[in-house]
């Protein structure tokens, strides 16, 4: 693997042009507080190395093969992914294999619990396969598979055919549902004793009469995902109560506002429920199945999956637009530059997680937010990896509450790197802070900023997307913070896209912060908690005693109101007297405490005190705190 953290930088970085003037930046670290949930930052799969460098907290197993997917066997179906075929799962991509691998590894795994009707029955492991549209049945199709002959996609002259479910698969009702919790409830545990937490209803329902036409060509209607989403989440519940439900984990804006019925936007379906959308009715339909059911909740996140409508390119346009469209996860005056929006659609500005929030709001207060399926791509090119870093930004400032990528980056890709930069920026396992704060800049389109106070801590990290293709030099104001002294810089850009460079502090001075963003990258800034340092200077040494300084210095923007200085000698020294401070020893550990009247040290100041003390003089590391 490529080093994860670069020498120093001495200056400016070497890819530095003449800096233009960038907009300002604000941080005010006593507004906007609230807490980040670490399981945004998760995976749908990955390198198991790369997921445990950056401590991946939530995975999910999912996607279209879950839909059809039997525990009992271990097999599941295709779809129109690749010719409606039944493939038997070996042990490792087994859902128990899967689910043991990730608690394991102390990673929180999200389970899908099919909802269609069916899955897939008992296959050969080895082609030829049972698939939705055999040629025995069929035999003439547009095309077949080339490892598979006897294996077609359903489709003649450009037109779909009807498939016998029964080639591929058997029933399965909310009853199976509550059969494979329990399953994996008798394996693993409950969720309450370390087992899977969060399961799933089912994937992107709305396109299963696309993706799984063989067994279910009818269009979903409200009633049906209503109806067998409160049925399935009952089941869930009934196995394992301590665990949370998540859905309907619609793939896109049709699915978010329409049902399969209606299309893509309000038609019949929608009048005959309230003329609500999908999602609000969805939300509404739960609340009013937990209230029929003694306020019980059914539904614990609201999920749906986000993928910008926009190419894979990479090219000048097509990388400057998947940087303006992370906009719509949150900006109420963005309007969608795809289908969804004048030219297609009309839809509004999505300001997604926030029409999400305000949903939930009306119609199902206390649901949590999550977008378990997303990727804005180029994650092998800086620009994805600019992208990203804006995103996990997003989401973390917005507070939603769970997000996994679908189609994880390599852990040499620059996109890995924008997860390094939250989650593992120093290569010791340091990272972004876990209380967002307001954090604002003049041009959130060429210098995006976010914000966070890490609990541990208590210090301020700050995360600089340059979106632009100049170095910008920008001020960053910071309000609310009780410090002075230097802010640690981390950068990652074309300098070396296979690490991220530790630049040279940045002195902080009343409370601003000047510095400059290289061209397409991405800073992190880590200013020190507020507090105090000290430092031990031996005046005299001999054979059985020393005598000795210790200089207490204030880092704080104001006065401290007290100190304490603590230290363990490796052995053999103790205090016989003392100046300017109360000592006190107990073994090997010493602390010292202000004597009152130098308590209050300004900002900024420095104060003394001495001891004498028996043997020989030592160099113990000295802990301050004011």
């Not at 095309?143 to 002259?157: H, I, K, Q, S």
């Not at 329409?258 to 005959?272: K, N, R, T, W």
């Not at 409370?511 to 340092?533: D, E, F, H, M, W």
Request: glycine share 12%; charged share 15%; aromatic share 10%.
């Amino acid at each position: 693997m490529a080093s994860l953290v670069g020498a120093a930088l001495t200056g400016q970085p070497a890819w530095s042009a003449p800096a233009a003037t960038g907009p300002e930046l604000a941080v005010d670290v006593a507004a906007a507080r609230h807490a980040i949930s670490p399981d945004i930052y998760g995976l749908n799969g990955g390198d198991p190395a790369f997921n445990a460098e950056i401590g991946q907290t939530v995975a999910r197993w999912g996607g279209n093969a879950s839909s059809r997917y039997n525990f009992k066997n271990r097999t599941y179906n295709t779809g129109s992914d690749w010719f409606f075929e039944n493939i038997v799962a070996d042990e490792a991509r087994s859902l128990e294999g899967v689910v043991g691998s990730n608690l394991g590894r102390g990673i929180k795994p999200v389970v899908t619990v099919p909802m269609i009707g069916w899955v897939a029955k008992d296959s050969p492991s080895t082609h030829p396969f049972h698939c939705g549209f055999p040629a025995t049945r069929f035999p003439q199709q547009d095309r077949f598979d080339e490892w598979d002959p006897n294996c077609g996609n359903g489709v003649l002259n450009g037109l779909n055919l009807s498939g016998v479910p029964t080639d591929t698969s058997v029933r399965a009702d909310a009853a199976f549902a509550g059969e494979m919790v329990s399953h994996l409830v008798n394996r693993f545990g409950t969720a309450a004793q370390g087992g899977v937490p969060i399961y799933e209803l089912d994937n992107e329902p709305v396109l299963w009469a696309h993706t799984h036409r063989d067994v279910h060509p009818e269009l979903v209607s409200y009633d049906e995902l209503g109806g067998k989403g409160t049925a399935t989440a009952a089941a869930i519940k009934a196995a394992d109560p301590s665990a949370a439900v998540l859905g309907p984990s619609g793939w896109g804006y049709c699915e978010w506002v329409a049902s399969g019925v209606d299309g893509c936007g309000p038609g019949a379906d929608s009048a005959a429920h309230g003329g609500l959308n999908l999602s609000q009715w969805y939300l509404k339909n739960m609340k009013d199945f937990s209230d029929a059911n003694g306020g019980k909740r059914y539904l614990d996140y609201f999920d749906q999956h986000f993928y910008p409508q926009i190419s894979g390119d990479k090219t000048p346009e097509a990388n400057a637009l998947r940087l303006r469209s992370i906009r719509s996860l949150w900006d109420p005056t963005y309007v969608e530059e795809s289908w969804i929006g004048p030219g297609g659609v009309n839809a509004p500005p999505l300001q997604f997680i926030r029409t999400m929030k305000s949903w939930i709001d009306q119609y199902n207060p206390g649901t949590k937010t999550a977008i378990t399926e997303y990727n804005w791509g180029a994650l092998d090119d800086i620009n994805g990896a600019l992208a990203q870093a804006d995103v996990l930004g997003v989401f973390g400032r917005e507070g939603l509450d769970l997000a996994t990528m679908w189609g994880e980056p390599k852990p040499t890709d620059p996109g890995a790197y924008a997860f390094r930069m939250y989650r593992n920026y120093d290569g010791a396992g340091s990272r972004f802070g876990d209380v967002s704060v307001s954090a604002a800049s003049a041009d959130q389109g060429r210098l995006s900023v976010y914000a966070a106070e890490r609990s541990a801590d208590k210090a301020l990290t700050v995360m600089v997307v340059n979106k632009t293709g100049e170095e910008l030099t920008s001020p960053l104001s910071v309000a609310g913070f009780d410090g002075t002294g230097v802010a640690q810089r981390f950068t990652y850009g074309p300098a070396d896209l296979g690490a991220i460079l530790r630049g040279t502090d940045l002195p902080v001075v009343d409370g601003r912060v000047q510095a400059t963003y290289p061209a397409n990258s991405i800073t992190l800034l880590v200013l020190p908690p507020a507090g105090c340092s000290a430092s031990l200077q031996v005046n005299g040494d001999w054979s059985n005693g020393h005598v000795a300084t210790v200089t207490v210095t204030n880092h704080r923007a104001t006065a401290t109101a007290g100190w304490r200085v603590s230290w363990t000698w490796p052995a053999g020294q103790r205090v016989t007297n003392s100046w300017n401070a109360t000592l006190r020893q107990n073994a090997t550990g010493v602390v010292a405490t202000d004597a009152g009247w130098n308590g209050s040290i300004g900002a900024g100041g420095s104060t003394t005190f001495g001891f004498e003390a028996t043997g020989r003089a030592a160099a113990p590391k000295l802990t301050c705190t004011s």
